[in-house]
């Protein structure tokens, strides 16, 4: 069995591509399983596994490097439910550090069991180019810092969303890359067709020995600033529309969303959205630089009742970001009812192993 660590920062695709990469293997007879991470409790990526039919646990509540002995009973869990060719490990978009507390460890302390193969970065090529420009980026400077040291202790960079750049775009982050990171492996991918990760997984096979790279030099006052500086907002809420079907609806509330997070300047990392109706249902991911074509995922219809799960990750207040959301369903003109809901900031990192 092989166990491969994915991080990247929030909204870069990690999620989508390793659904592909699930669908790969399984085609193929593999057994595949997930774990998902997060800061929150209600994750809309594990849900979305599951409705993939993956088999998906979860280290909800914080990182996997604060949470390594949760991290560790999942690992379990997942291996005696199910006799499994491959798993992958899905940290938060938060998360740095990787090496130390979570890959070391595990080699470590289950050295008689399966270590991880690999860690893959995954990174949002238009971010990224912005980073390499050294342009203007979406953050402050204490959220980009955690964007830095996730690039720098990759062991492979997925230059993710390359169909979001021209031509000419791609050649240049290609360029920027190399020549800030010299010798670090590189692989450019649009997660969004299949196809598009079989290069990400011929190099995750051909890892025959566990990849163990250097513990980063990361300053942990300044990364827990990075991470304070991003709230969190998840929320169940439950949409009934008595006459017609609830599509309208549920295109009208992201909408007033999206338009309450631009009029605040919001700096978004990204906004998922679970859509589950009646008769259909669609996964929702906007990113800090979102795809304006968003409303093709929407299905035409999705019957009257729709519930959604929706995970908000931006830097702003967590009182602010909870009153925005209250704004936007009341805008709506829709009775929106939630049923649950948090919206706090990360704590301090502070990791239960760090082997240097």
């Not at 990392?269 to 074509?293: N, Q, R």
């Amino acid at each position: 069995m092989k166990l491969h660590l994915v991080g990247g920062f929030l909204g870069s695709g990690k999620t989508t591509a390793i659904t592909q990469a699930c669908k790969r293997f399984l085609r193929t007879g593999q057994k595949v399983g997930v774990i998902t991470n997060d800061q929150g409790k209600y994750l809309v990526d594990t849900a979305f596994f599951r409705l993939e039919d993956v088999p998906a646990v979860e280290v909800a509540g914080g990182c996997f490097c604060c949470h390594y002995v949760d991290l560790d009973q999942k690992l379990s869990e997942l291996m005696r439910s199910v006799r499994l060719d491959v798993i992958f490990a899905e940290a938060v978009g938060s998360c740095a550090d990787l090496v130390a507390t979570v890959l070391k460890p595990l080699a470590q302390f289950r050295a008689a069991e399966p270590t991880p193969a690999s860690l893959s970065v995954f990174t949002d090529a238009r971010l990224l180019l912005h980073f390499l420009r050294k342009d203007a980026m979406p953050f402050s400077d204490e959220v980009v810092y955690i964007f830095e040291k996730q690039m720098e202790e990759a062991g492979l960079v997925v230059i993710n969303k390359i169909d979001l750049l021209s031509p000419g775009a791609i050649e240049e982050v290609q360029h920027l890359f190399t020549q800030t990171y010299p010798g670090k492996k590189v692989i450019m991918q649009n997660s969004l067709v299949e196809d598009g990760v079989q290069a990400w997984l011929d190099w995750l096979d051909s890892q025959s020995e566990p990849w163990i790279g250097a513990a980063l030099d990361i300053d942990y006052l300044r990364y827990g600033e990075g991470e304070a500086k991003l709230a969190w907002y998840d929320a169940q809420v439950h949409l009934v529309v008595p006459d017609g079907d609830a599509s309208v609806a549920v295109k009208t509330l992201i909408e007033m969303v999206l338009e309450e997070l631009k009029a605040c300047n919001a700096r978004m990392g990204h906004l998922k959205w679970m859509i589950e109706g009646e008769s259909a249902g669609a996964k929702l991911s906007f990113p800090a630089l979102p795809d304006p074509a968003w409303e093709q995922n929407l299905p035409a219809r999705i019957g009257r009742q729709v519930r959604m799960l929706i995970n908000a990750r931006v830097e702003m207040s967590a009182d602010e970001m909870r009153a925005l959301f209250w704004r936007a369903f009341k805008r709506s003109g829709w009775a929106v009812q939630v049923e649950e809901e948090a919206a706090f900031h990360p704590g301090q990192p502070q990791p239960t192993h760090r082997l240097v």
